[in-house]
């Protein structure tokens, strides 16, 4: 199984009940790695699921600099934001599997059908809960409680919870948790000097000493 597909399989279980309402109402389309889902000032007319692979929702600042604010695995839904411009952009991290959903189209669902109705509202409860994670890893005071932080969760997403593999890269990382790359490489190696992980490869990271960085951001 690739790290695409293992990321976020969890997720997709739990989610599979709530996907009845809307099963056939979307449309399933297939996005390559780095490839462009939407951009920032389009319209919001469609929203999406993910079925498979990462998908990461960024912003460009005015600097070049780019803010990644999520990163979206199975199960999850993103690009349904308020408004007629939208505020962010959203990229397949590798090669992702979607269910595009028009909004128009399910919002009159929603009025017919409260089945629906539920599954946006938990939708939005889901965005908004990432979003509030989000905001607290930033909080963080220093670069090794910030990557520590972004390992637990990224743990949680994985089958095996002692072995993560990473779908992005490590600039990606960095531009999530709003550090130079320098600052994510350092902290992950003096992570593996420490043994508390280990580094097979730039995409997999063994879990050794999960206690010391539940320490290290509690």
């Known amino acids: 199984m690739s790290a695409q597909m293992e990321i976020g399989t969890p997720v997709a279980a ?16 297939h996005v390559g790695e780095g ?11 469609l929203f999406y699921k993910v079925i498979s692979g990462v998908v990461r929702v ?13 990163f979206h695995v199975a199960g999850e839904v993103f690009g349904f934001e308020p408004g007629e411009a939208r505020s962010l952009s959203a990229e397949a991290v590798g090669d992702c599997s979607l269910v595009s959903y028009r909004r128009s189209h399910i919002e009159t669902l929603a009025q017919k059908d409260q089945a629906v109705a539920h599954q946006l509202f938990q939708y ?20 090794a409680e910030k990557v520590a932080a ?10 095996d919870k002692n072995v993560i593999h990473l779908a992005m890269t490590r600039q990606d990382i960095a531009d999530y948790l709003g550090l130079t790359i320098e ?35 509690a």
């Open 14 to 29: 739990r989610m599979a009940s709530l996907d009845q309402p809307l099963r056939m109402a979307g449309t399933v389309i």
């Open 35 to 45: 490839r462009e889902i939407f951009a920032e000032g389009g319209d919001t007319h």
């Open 58 to 70: 960024c912003r460009f600042l005015n600097d070049g600099r780019r803010q990644i604010e999520a």
């Open 124 to 143: 939005v409860l889901q965005n908004l809960a990432q979003a509030q994670g989000h905001a607290l890893v930033l909080g963080r005071r220093g670069a």
């Open 150 to 159: 972004f390992l637990l969760g990224w743990a949680r997403h994985s089958l």
């Open 183 to 217: 600052s994510v490489s350092r902290s992950l190696s003096q992570f593996e000097r420490d043994g508390v992980i280990a580094l097979p490869n730039a995409r997999q990271v063994r879990m050794l000493n999960t206690d010391a960085l539940e320490d290290l951001v």
